[in-house]
């Protein structure tokens, strides 16, 4: 009996000992609850973010594509802005046709375009408001780049490099010979509202009177007639306005005031300045460009297809 009983003691102590045993070894149960946490917390945190920011952007880019030429072109006409009053760079002759420079460099544009040219004529005051309320497409119209014109439209490449002379009433002035001549009180000085020609006048002759007029051809009149003493032009329009009214007007030909010219277009109108900036680089690298300058500035053939230039 003793023994039996001693038996069945060692039975329950090794039975003991296998139930200890298989109790230990569960606690592995603890990884998967540390995979559990740790792989989607990964996942969430990395693939969704870079999505939503790199896809969302993209969009926003295609979105701001410029759409200037597309519009132009299923409208079939390409409208440009000038003054008719500029001789050289763009004027009206005898059979109600706007003619020069920048006449043949905008059929250029517009040729390039696949579209006709429609030509709007303005009081230069009124060019940039019309682009900029999208009624026009760009102005060529012998426009200066400036810093404050660059806040509110863009520019082409230069088209012309320009600078201003000194046109004075030669009953007036008969031997004047400097620009200097003409900055003390008592001169008063004709200019074109809002263009470079007011601010050569103010920067240049600070000391004369500025009178204001809504054209060069205005201001002409008033210089032949002796109620301004002197204008300030670009070269090319002063050597053209002088060389027809010889009798009552006489040139300084001391250029101040360098200039670039350039046409414009609305702000952020990137494919059609493409576009001109193109037409440009092609005209000059074929000699086109200079041909095309030369008629209009150098040879003056086409005085004769003016009436009342005069005027």
Same mark, same amino acid.
């Given at each position: 009996?003793?023994?039996?009983?001693?038996?069945?003691?060692?039975?329950?102590?090794?039975?003991?000992?296998?139930?200890?045993?298989?109790?230990?070894?569960?606690? @592995?149960?603890?990884?998967?609850?540390?995979?559990?946490?740790?792989?989607?917390?990964?996942?969430?945190?990395?693939?969704? +973010?870079?999505?939503?920011?790199?896809?969302?952007?993209?969009?926003?880019? !295609?979105?701001?594509?410029?759409?200037?030429?597309?519009?132009?072109?299923?409208?079939?006409?390409?409208?440009?802005?000038?003054?008719?009053?500029?001789?050289?760079?763009?004027?009206?002759?005898?059979?109600?046709?706007?003619?020069?420079? =920048?006449?043949?460099?905008?059929?250029?544009?517009?040729?390039?375009?696949?579209?006709?040219? !429609?030509?709007?004529?303005?009081?230069?005051?009124?060019?940039?408001?019309?682009?900029?309320?999208?009624?026009? =497409?760009?102005? !060529?119209?012998?426009?200066?780049?400036? @810093?404050?014109?660059?806040?509110?439209?863009?520019?082409?490449?230069?088209?012309?490099?320009?600078?201003?002379?000194?046109?004075?009433?030669?009953?007036?002035?008969?031997?004047?010979?400097?620009?200097?001549?003409?900055?003390?009180?008592?001169?008063?000085?004709?200019?074109?509202?809002?263009?470079?020609?007011?601010?050569?006048?103010?920067?240049?002759?600070?000391? +004369?009177?500025?009178?204001?007029?809504? !054209?060069?051809?205005?201001?002409?009149?008033?210089?032949?007639?002796?109620?301004?003493?002197?204008? @300030?032009?670009?070269?090319?329009?002063?050597?053209?306005?002088?060389?027809?009214?010889?009798?009552?007007?006489?040139?300084?030909?001391?250029?101040?005031?360098?200039?670039?010219?350039?046409?414009?277009?609305?702000?952020?109108?990137?494919?059609?300045?493409?576009?001109?900036?193109?037409?440009?680089?092609?005209?000059?690298?074929?000699?086109?460009?200079?041909?095309?300058?030369?008629?209009?500035?150098?040879?003056?053939?086409?005085?004769?297809?003016?009436?009342?230039?005069?005027?």
């Amino acid at each position: 009996m003793k023994r039996l009983a001693f038996l069945a003691l060692i039975l329950a102590i090794v039975t003991s000992l296998a139930v200890s045993a298989c109790s230990t070894q569960t606690a @592995p149960a603890s990884k998967p609850a540390a995979d559990t946490q740790a792989k989607p917390a990964a996942d969430t945190q990395a693939k969704p +973010a870079a999505d939503t920011q790199s896809k969302p952007a993209a969009s926003s880019s !295609s979105a701001t594509k410029d759409d200037t030429v597309d519009k132009i072109k299923k409208r079939g006409e390409l409208i440009v802005a000038m003054t008719g009053t500029n001789w050289g760079f763009n004027m009206v002759n005898r059979n109600n046709e706007t003619i020069g420079y =920048d006449v043949d460099i905008a059929k250029k544009v517009a040729e390039k375009l696949g579209v006709k040219l !429609s030509i709007q004529l303005q009081k230069w005051p009124g060019l940039i408001p019309s682009l900029q309320a999208g009624k026009v =497409d760009m102005i !060529s119209a012998g426009m200066t780049i400036t @810093p404050q014109r660059k806040e509110t439209v863009d520019f082409s490449d230069t088209y012309v490099k320009e600078g201003k002379l000194l046109l004075v009433n030669k009953a007036k002035h008969p031997n004047a010979s400097s620009v200097e001549e003409f900055n003390k009180p008592g001169i008063q000085i004709g200019v074109t509202a809002g263009s470079t020609d007011e601010t050569a006048a103010m920067a240049f002759l600070p000391k +004369a009177s500025i009178l204001r007029f809504d !054209s060069g051809v205005s201001t002409g009149l008033e210089l032949q007639a002796g109620r301004i003493d002197a204008m @300030p032009a670009n070269i090319a329009w002063a050597r053209i306005y002088s060389k027809l009214n010889a009798d009552k007007v006489r040139l300084i030909d001391k250029p101040f005031q360098p200039e670039d010219y350039g046409i414009a277009v609305a702000k952020g109108a990137d494919s059609l300045r493409a576009v001109v900036n193109q037409v440009l680089k092609e005209l000059k690298a074929s000699g086109e460009y200079q041909k095309i300058y030369d008629k209009w500035f150098v040879t003056l053939d086409w005085l004769n297809e003016v009436e009342l230039l005069k005027k």
